[in-house]
Nanobody, 124 residues
Framework: QVQLVESGGGLVQAGESLRLSCAAS????????MGWFRQAPGKEREFVTT????????YHSDSMKGRFTISRDNAKNTVYLQMNSLKPEDTAVYFC?????????????????WGQGTQVTVSS
């Protein structure tokens, strides 16, 4: 089992950047495919991006492609989400998730382990 703790959220203005981190503890971090999801008030949880165990494969939601980048450092048991050119519609709670599947999944039910989330608020 793995425990996930997100950090790095906050309040920024439109056009600015943030980098979220997700620190993992427990079973070997490199065994997990990692993903980021987000949930805005009154909306369903939404896929953002995912990265394979080695970091060699990534996949992004089309709506965030080009602005958001996922990366991981298996030596530090951490996955990152770099968010650039933030927009007010990016305001949400961002969740880190882990899966033991080899597949870089894009649906939340493919991920068994979740962090508590970190709030990102983008003002206009």
């Amino acid at each position: 089992q793995v425990q996930l703790v997100e950090s790095g959220g906050g309040l920024v203005q439109a056009g600015e950047s943030l980098r979220l981190s997700c620190a993992a503890s427990g079973r070997a971090f490199s065994s997990y495919t990692m993903g980021w999801f987000r949930q805005a008030p009154g909306k369903e949880r939404e896929f953002v991006t995912t990265i394979s165990r080695s970091g060699g494969v990534t996949y992004h939601s089309d709506s965030m492609k080009g602005r958001f980048t996922i990366s991981r450092d298996n030596a530090k048991n951490t996955v990152y989400l770099q968010m650039n050119s933030l927009k007010p519609e990016d305001t949400a709670v961002y969740f880190c998730a882990a899966s033991l599947s080899l597949r870089v999944g894009v649906t939340s039910n493919e991920y068994a382990y979740w962090g508590q989330g970190t709030q990102v608020t983008v003002s206009s």
